[in-house]
């Protein structure tokens, strides 16, 4: 049976709009130099999150001894319009001791195969290279370049 998402967008001001979901979540949304995210930032984050979820859930399954998780998502857009994306990298960065790079590469699989519906719509359209690797130590998260 399928399964119904509600979303709805509200103009706010200027380009900004408030988009909100049946459980009362909201998001603000605005052009690249507004007050939130652009819709196509968004669409990254969401990959990240999505993803990100999989993964740390995966990993903690396996009694990965994971301190922490950055999903990291960089994409190219095309000149044109639209300006979809062309290309989006994705790269986990995995932090704790002792973690085993096999069972990370594994999750991250299991993602991109069977579990992420935002991997799964984008893939579609748009080549998705994912990396990954495991630190310890700096948990610091630091923004895509």
Not at 15 to 35: K, M, Q
């Amino acid at each position: 049976m399928p399964i119904d998402v509600v979303a709805s967008a509200t103009l706010q001001k200027g380009l900004h709009f408030t988009g909100s979901v049946a459980g009362g979540n909201t998001i603000e949304f605005d052009s690249p130099s507004g007050a939130g995210p652009s819709p196509m930032e968004a669409v990254l984050m969401s990959l990240a999150s999505c993803s990100g979820m999989d993964v740390i859930s995966i990993l903690r399954k396996q009694r990965q001894p994971v301190e922490g998780l950055e999903v990291r998502v960089r994409g190219q857009r095309r000149d044109e319009h639209p300006t979809v994306f062309t290309t989006i990298q994705i790269e986990y960065v995995v932090h704790g001791q002792d973690v085993d790079p096999a069972a990370v590469e594994r999750a991250i699989t299991l993602s991109r195969e069977r579990y992420c519906p935002v991997w799964a719509m984008l893939g579609h359209s748009v080549a998705i290279t994912p990396m990954f690797r495991v630190v310890s130590g700096d948990l610091a998260i630091r923004p895509v370049d």
